[in-house]
């Protein structure tokens, strides 16, 4: 079992930045993709961003690119999101999900997930 926290969410305003991370419990953090995924009110949950176990791929979006970067300390069992460039569109509820095995942008694909943190961003 793996169990994940997010942290780091919060209130922006337009073109500001924050800066997510999802810490992992387990000893075999770097066998796991992990993805970020966002879902709003009255919306389908999306992916955002995923990187690959050793982080040597990723894969984003095509709205969140050029501003958000996705990284992971396997040594730490973290991963994070920075996020740059914000946009009112990029409110919702962000997730960090793991899976053990290769990257995926079905949010079905992943089998453990955090809790959430909100994000809001004002204009």
């Known amino acids: 079992q793996v169990q994940l926290v997010e942290s780091g969410g919060g209130l922006v305003q337009a073109g500001g930045s924050l800066r997510l991370s999802c810490a992992a419990s387990?000893?075999?953090?770097?066998?796991?993709?992990m993805g970020w995924f966002r879902q709003s009110p009255g919306k389908e949950r999306e992916f955002v961003t995923g990187?690959?176990?050793?982080?040597?791929?990723?894969y984003y979006r095509d709205s969140v690119k050029g501003r958000f970067a996705v990284s992971r300390d396997n040594a730490k069992n973290t991963v994070s999101l920075q996020m740059n460039s914000l946009k009112p569109e990029d409110t919702a509820v962000y997730y960090c999900?793991?899976?053990?095995?290769?990257?995926?942008?079905?949010?079905?694909?992943?089998?453990?997930w955090g809790q959430g943190t909100q994000v809001t961003v004002s204009s």
């Open positions: 387990g000893r075999t953090f770097s066998s796991y993709s």
């Open positions: 990187i690959s176990g050793s982080g040597g791929s990723t």
């Open positions: 999900a793991a899976r053990a095995g290769g990257l995926f942008n079905s949010a079905s694909a992943y089998k453990y």
